[in-house]
């Protein structure tokens, strides 16, 4: 499976961004797919992880009520709708995808293929 991530940029406080992150070489049935985020001189943060097939969602505590994660399963695509955007979000926000259970979804080790990153920005 390969991940490929875009939507990233600069975007002010109180703003919107919506990422994408595109799968192919693989079949995502038997996946979760999630975001992860690490901003400079931070540990790889947990943001949100959804069930490829039969649903199930994730978040972390720091996005709860401000991103969703969602999928379109015919485009093999998931994204990320972050809203309320704070300067705190700022980070390489990253997309990844494991076959570990919906307990272990917060741990970046339990993830098998991961994307490239992709930089977003809130200004204050």
């Known amino acids: 499976v390969q991940l490929q991530a875009s939507g990233g940029g600069l975007v002010q406080a109180g703003g919107s961004l919506r990422l994408s992150c595109a799968a192919s070489r693989g079949t995502l049935s038997n996946f979760a797919l999630g975001w992860f985020r690490q901003a400079p001189g931070k540990e790889r943060e947990f943001v949100a992880a959804?069930?490829?097939?039969?649903?199930?969602?994730r978040y972390g505590d720091s996005v709860k009520g401000r991103f969703t994660i969602s999928r379109d399963t015919a485009k093999n695509t998931v994204y990320l709708q972050m809203n309320s955007l704070k300067p705190e979000d700022t980070a390489v926000y990253y997309c990844?995808?494991?076959?570990?259970?919906?307990?272990?979804?917060?741990?970046?080790?339990?993830?098998?293929?991961w994307g490239q990153g992709t930089q977003v920005t809130v200004s204050s």
């Open positions: 959804s069930r490829w097939i039969g649903g199930g969602t």
């Open positions: 990844a995808a494991t076959m570990g259970p919906f307990s272990t979804w917060a741990s970046p080790t339990q993830y098998r293929y």
